[in-house]
């Protein structure tokens, strides 16, 4: 059984950084693609970032330039790390997997795995 375990968000002021964890277990991975996604209160869930088994990544443009994603094969582990943060990131924060699907990253649809999301707070 695949988990999606995520970390790290927090209360922070704007223009302060945090920076968020996602471990994924539970089965081997061939091709792992590994997103971030938000939905902050009153809206749909939205894509934020991805990095892909070929070490690609893709970002929303509300977030680029600030906010980066990489990943630690060895553990698993991918981050994102958030700086100049705004009140608008306020929302909570998934991270989801998926294994040999190409295509519409951007999609909740495409996702399979999702965890249970962390809370972060960014106060004006």
């Known amino acids: 059984q695949v988990q999606v375990v995520e970390s790290g968000g927090g209360l922070v002021q704007a223009g302060g950084s945090l920076r968020l964890s996602c471990v994924v277990s539970g089965r081997t991975f061939s091709r792992r693609d590994t997103g971030w996604f938000r939905q902050a209160p009153g809206k749909e869930r939205e894509f934020v970032a991805a990095?892909?088994?070929?070490?690609?990544?893709y970002y929303a443009d509300a977030v680029k330039g600030r906010f980066a994603i990489s990943g630690d094969n060895g553990d698993n582990t991918v981050y994102l790390q958030m700086n100049s943060l705004k009140s608008e990131d306020t929302a909570v924060y998934y991270c989801?997997?998926?294994?040999?699907?190409?295509?519409?990253?951007?999609?909740?649809?495409?996702?399979?795995?999702w965890g249970q999301g962390t809370q972060v707070t960014v106060s004006s």
């Open positions: 989801a997997a998926r294994d040999r699907i190409t295509g519409d990253l951007n999609r909740e649809r495409a996702w399979p795995y």
């Open positions: 990095l892909t088994w070929a070490a690609n990544t």
